[in-house]
């Protein structure tokens, strides 16, 4: 068995924290169609609280895996289906990257003035 640098764990619950906010933020704007957050949000959530698993949960952690996964698989989809642009937009929000602004349409002319009152 390999035990994981600190690092390496740290940066994985740092890649799940951060899918966690893109799905919440996602999820909040209006942009996205309500379609996936009834169906695949809600899906998961009706299976979290059904009362057959796939895996028990009297298992100790075991029961409680099948839960872990279908979340982490429910937030994945729910992403995958958002529109892309959007995702990638919150994303760089999320990491602290600006936002370009967008480039202006038509001729951009460049220059000087003064005003001169008559």
């Not at 899918?19 to 996205?32: C, I, Y």
């Not at 309500?34 to 899906?43: D, E, N, S, T, Y």
């Not at 929000?93 to 001169?116: C, F, M, N, W």
């Amino acid at each position: 068995m390999t035990v994981k640098a600190p690092q390496e764990t740290l940066g994985i619950l740092t890649r799940l924290w951060n899918k966690l906010r893109l799905a919440w933020l996602l999820f909040r704007d209006p942009r996205v169609s309500i379609w996936p957050k009834l169906v695949i949000i809600g899906a998961t959530v009706v299976y979290l609280f059904f009362p057959l698993d796939f895996l028990p949960d009297l298992v100790p952690f075991v029961g409680q895996l099948d839960d872990l996964t279908l979340i982490a698989l429910g937030l994945q989809t729910f992403i995958s289906v958002c529109p892309k642009p959007l995702a990638a937009e919150h994303m760089s929000r999320i990491l602290g990257a600006q936002v370009s602004a967008p480039s202006p349409v038509g001729d951009v002319v460049e220059g000087e003035y003064t005003v001169k009152k008559d």
